[in-house]
């Protein structure tokens, strides 16, 4: 099988009185990421690594955020976007691993809802959808609590 892998990895600021939405999950507190779109930073991380798997260039290319298409819009339809697109040139996609670096709030009550929200709108199975929280032990942007960040890894297979 003809496999091919992809890296991703997004940075929002974080802003007093914004919702805050990861991983396609609206989640309880004070503050959200400044963003043209919702400022979903794990599905952001996780469309460039599907485009840089399939050699498709990024999110900024396909959806760029001087457009007023995507002001405010939600990233699942981005992400839903990307998956259709992978699956127009050919490549399913194999698993997804993604990493979200922030300090408070705690994210692993949020985890499964993510990765249930993720792998329905890529069409795959939720046990192909890794998503993992972290803090950086209150070191760098993150641990500031001025911003948050997600990286993310994707394998992809041609069909
Ligand atoms: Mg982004």
Known sequence: MNFRIGYG?????????????????????????????DGDVAIHALCDALLGAAALGDIGLHFPDTSDDYAGIDSKILLARVAMLL????????????????????????IDAMREVLARTMG????????????????????????????????????
């Not at 127009?88 to 692993?108: F, H």
């Open 87 to 110: 699956h127009e040139k050919g490549y399913g996609i194999g698993n997804v691993d993604c990493t979200i670096s922030m300090q408070r709030p705690k994210l692993r009550p949020h």
């Open 9 to 37: 990895y997004d940075v929002h600021a974080l802003g007093e009185g914004l919702r805050l939405v990861i991983g396609g999950v609206e989640i309880p507190h004070t503050k959200g990421c400044i963003a043209h779109s």
């Open 124 to 159: 795959i199975e939720v046990d192909c959808v890794s998503v993992k929280a972290t803090t950086t032990e209150r070191l760098g942007f993150e641990g500031r609590e001025e911003g948050v960040s997600a990286s993310a890894v994707a394998l992809i297979y041609k069909m």
